[in-house]
């Protein structure tokens, strides 16, 4: 089976939920899972902590939601606790990768900075911090569970474990970890350019592909099996897509969200957007379209 009938939906909009409908419409063949998984940074924890903070998810190796040129590890599923340390830097201070008000936080690192994740108080945390050339990120939004899941003393003790990791292990690091199920960064170069980082594979039956280019733009590829696939495609800016039985695209300009339906319970998503401070990082929208094609059934 090629790559192209293999890829699943964004991992921005759901986890993978597995349906079924009628008999005229069967549930599409799932890939099956890979070794892609659990290497990486995730290994940096011990496997109780893992456990109590991912319940019964494979953590994953992938680029940061929202901070696509730090590798890390995605723990839950739903980036809820994710880390990762920069491969990339993009000339920003630490802080600036906080939203909101950081407060500076001491005793970790040379520097470090914390802000609150939106909602109410107590509903997460995120701390950024850095030891020498090491710049490490921890997202920690499992503290709206209670301290049974997570507390903050998780969030500054991974921290602690990934500053502790040396330069040059960082560096280390390959730019391109991806499984055969992903299309290559050649193939998704047309869209944000050339390639400086990615990740993907599946886990727990789910496949999700990042890419960071050159240009400072990311694409974000999944597939989604939904007994409501229609309502992923539910709302306006309906567009043409070859293959699909209804597709629609989300935002302007060089932020782009492809929705495609193919069947009553699947649906790809494919999403590019500017990130860091370039946020005119061209996007090419009609080799985003053309790229969803390739990819559908």
């Known amino acids: 089976m090629s790559w192209k009938i293999q890829i699943v939906a964004l991992a921005v909009l759901a986890p993978l939920v597995a349906g079924c409908s009628g008999d005229e419409d069967p549930k599409p063949k799932r890939p099956e899972p890979d070794a892609a998984g659990s290497d990486g940074l995730c290994r940096i924890l011990d496997s109780d902590i893992l456990d109590r903070l991912s319940g019964d998810y494979a953590p994953r190796e992938d680029l940061m939601l929202g901070h696509e040129n730090f590798i890390g590890c995605d723990v839950d599923g739903m980036s809820s606790f994710e880390f990762g340390v920069r491969a990339i830097d993009d000339g920003r201070p630490i802080e600036e990768y906080l939203l909101g008000e950081p407060e500076r936080l001491e005793g970790l690192g040379d520097e470090a900075f914390t802000v ?10 995120s701390v950024i911090a850095r030891r020498g050339d090491v710049v490490v990120y921890v997202r920690n939004e499992l503290l709206q569970f209670g301290e049974e899941r997570s507390t903050h003393d998780d969030t500054l003790a991974v921290a602690e474990k990934l500053l502790a990791l040396p330069a040059s292990e960082v560096e280390a690091i390959a730019p391109t970890s991806l499984s055969e199920a992903c299309p290559t960064p050649e193939a998704v170069a ?9 990740r993907g594979g599946i886990t727990d039956d789910e496949l999700g592909c990042s890419y960071l280019g050159t240009s400072g733009a990311r694409l974000l590829i999944n597939q989604i099996v939904s007994d409501h696939a229609s309502d992923f495609v539910s709302g306006g800016g309906e567009i043409k897509v070859e293959g699909a039985q209804k597709a629609i695209q989300q935002g302007s300009g060089n932020s782009i969200d492809v929705m495609a339906q193919t069947s009553s319970t699947e649906v790809w998503s494919v999403g590019a957007t500017p990130v860091g401070t370039d946020r005119d990082a061209p996007v090419d929208r009609g080799e985003l379209i053309a790229l969803v094609e390739s990819l559908l059934p």
């Open 116 to 125: 609150e994740s939106a909602g109410p108080p107590g509903a997460g945390e």
């Open 190 to 198: 047309k869209v944000v350019g050339d390639i400086a980082l990615a």
